[in-house]
């Protein structure tokens, strides 16, 4: 149909995708190749076998397994260059990426070589490719503030590489006050602010307050439950932050895709957006996620150019850059 076309060819802009989620089977398979890592998967089709998640914690544990093999500057090239390459093919024009350095000094691996890989596929990805993009680095929520403000510092000799910095993996017992501290110290540091506020979540709605109140973010990743709090929506149109929604991810790690969440978003005027989240785990795209959104409410093109530009406005680019854009 047309819109399908329409979806496919939009100029697009992705504002939440992990790196580390982008690691399809096939290079998880090569990688360990490479590497002289024992997986215990012959083929990709055992791979996709094992992952049998339904809740957050579930994904996590096969995501943070399945990093294991990303060990060279030439790993994190390859892995964030493959996205790139996708992304481009789905008319990403823009991405704003986020990386977990923890997930691999904890395992060994340098901060060092994780972002040159990452950094040198970006700067290959813009010059052959032709997409634009930046990075956030995220601490991880379950361990320690301590862990966290450690590599808030050892990051700092590569401010001028990160846009910004976020809070992902296993939210539950983890507020955003547990980083209070951390967050504080990334903001005077230049960092641009944003937090996983996961779907259904134990407190999601006092952990998006939080956000707000305690951490003064400059977006909300996820969020969608700020819908049960109309004080709370009202607080986050007036400060005009952009909400990163992920349809194929929410399906798989709670019982709905929110289709319908985003569409009471854009109706009340949100700066909602549809993102790929973990595109190699919860299968799906840019462009398969727009058109799931599609299939699920029946949006048109009004409301798919709305959630494009939502995303380009929401974006950490300067104003001129993303005028270019508009
Ligand atoms: N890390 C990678 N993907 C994530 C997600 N969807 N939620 C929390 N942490 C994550
Ligand atoms: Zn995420």
Same mark, same amino acid.
């Given at each position: 149909?047309?819109?399908?076309?329409?979806?496919?060819?939009?100029?697009?802009?992705?504002?939440?995708?992990?790196?580390?989620?982008?690691?399809?089977?096939?290079?998880?398979?090569?990688?360990? =190749?490479?590497?002289?890592?024992?997986?215990?998967?012959?083929?990709?089709?055992?791979?996709?076998?094992?992952?049998?998640?339904?809740?957050?914690?579930?994904?996590?544990?096969?995501?943070?397994?399945?990093?294991?093999?990303?060990?060279?500057?030439?790993?994190?090239?390859?892995?964030?260059?493959?996205?790139?390459?996708?992304?481009?093919?789905?008319?990403?024009?823009?991405?704003?990426?986020?990386?977990?350095?923890?997930?691999?000094?904890?395992?060994?691996?340098?901060?060092?070589?994780?972002?040159?890989?990452?950094?040198?596929?970006?700067?290959?990805?813009?010059?052959?490719?032709?997409?634009?993009?930046?990075?956030?680095?995220?601490?991880?929520?379950?361990?320690?503030?301590?862990?966290?403000?450690?590599?808030?510092?050892?990051?700092?000799?590569?401010?001028?590489?990160?846009?910004?910095?976020?809070?992902?993996?296993?939210?539950?017992?983890?507020?955003?006050?547990?980083?209070?501290?951390?967050?504080?110290?990334?903001?005077?540091?230049?960092?641009?602010?944003?937090?996983?506020?996961?779907?259904?979540?134990?407190?999601?709605?006092?952990?998006?307050?939080?956000?707000?109140?305690?951490?003064?973010?400059?977006?909300?990743?996820?969020?969608?439950?700020?819908?049960?709090?109309? =004080?709370?929506?009202?607080?986050?149109?007036?400060?005009?932050?952009?909400?990163?929604?992920?349809?194929?991810?929410?399906?798989?790690?709670?019982?709905?895709?929110?289709?319908?969440?985003?569409?009471?978003?854009?109706?009340?005027?949100?700066?909602?957006?549809?993102?790929?989240?973990?595109?190699?785990?919860?299968?799906?795209?840019?462009?398969?996620?727009?058109?799931?959104?599609?299939?699920?409410?029946?949006?048109?093109?009004?409301?798919?150019?709305?959630?494009?530009?939502?995303?380009?406005?929401?974006?950490?680019?300067?104003?001129?850059? =993303?005028?270019?854009?508009?």
């Amino acid at each position: 149909s047309k819109l399908k076309s329409f979806i496919e060819e939009m100029p697009k802009c992705e504002l939440h995708v992990h790196i580390e989620g982008t690691l399809e089977p096939e290079m998880k398979l090569q990688l360990a =190749k490479r590497n002289h890592i024992k997986l215990p998967y012959k083929n990709e089709k055992a791979v996709r076998d094992a992952y049998d998640f339904d809740d957050l914690p579930s994904f996590l544990a096969v995501y943070y397994e399945g990093m294991s093999v990303l060990l060279t500057e030439q790993d994190f090239f390859d892995v964030t260059y493959a996205y790139l390459k996708k992304a481009r093919s789905q008319n990403v024009r823009y991405t704003e990426m986020f990386f977990d350095p923890q997930a691999h000094t904890a395992r060994g691996v340098a901060f060092d070589t994780v972002i040159r890989g990452i950094r040198r596929a970006q700067r290959q990805g813009e010059i052959e490719l032709g997409i634009h993009s930046q990075l956030i680095m995220c601490f991880l929520r379950d361990w320690s503030a301590e862990f966290a403000m450690t590599t808030l510092l050892q990051s700092l000799p590569y401010k001028e590489w990160i846009i910004g910095v976020g809070l992902d993996s296993d939210e539950k017992n983890n507020p955003p006050i547990k980083f209070t501290k951390v967050f504080k110290r990334a903001r005077q540091e230049g960092y641009l602010l944003t937090m996983h506020c996961d779907v259904d979540q134990d407190n999601s709605v006092s952990h998006i307050w939080q956000t707000l109140r305690d951490i003064g973010v400059d977006r909300i990743d996820h969020g969608v439950n700020s819908l049960e709090d109309e =004080k709370l929506c009202d607080e986050i149109k007036r400060r005009q932050l952009a909400l990163t929604v992920c349809p194929i991810s929410n399906a798989y790690v709670t019982d709905s895709a929110k289709s319908q969440a985003i569409a009471a978003m854009l109706e009340a005027g949100m700066r909602v957006t549809v993102n790929s989240d973990d595109p190699a785990y919860f299968p799906g795209y840019m462009t398969e996620n727009l058109k799931r959104v599609w299939k699920d409410v029946d949006i048109g093109k009004p409301e798919l150019v709305q959630l494009t530009e939502n995303a380009f406005e929401g974006s950490w680019l300067p104003r001129q850059a =993303k005028d270019r854009y508009l």
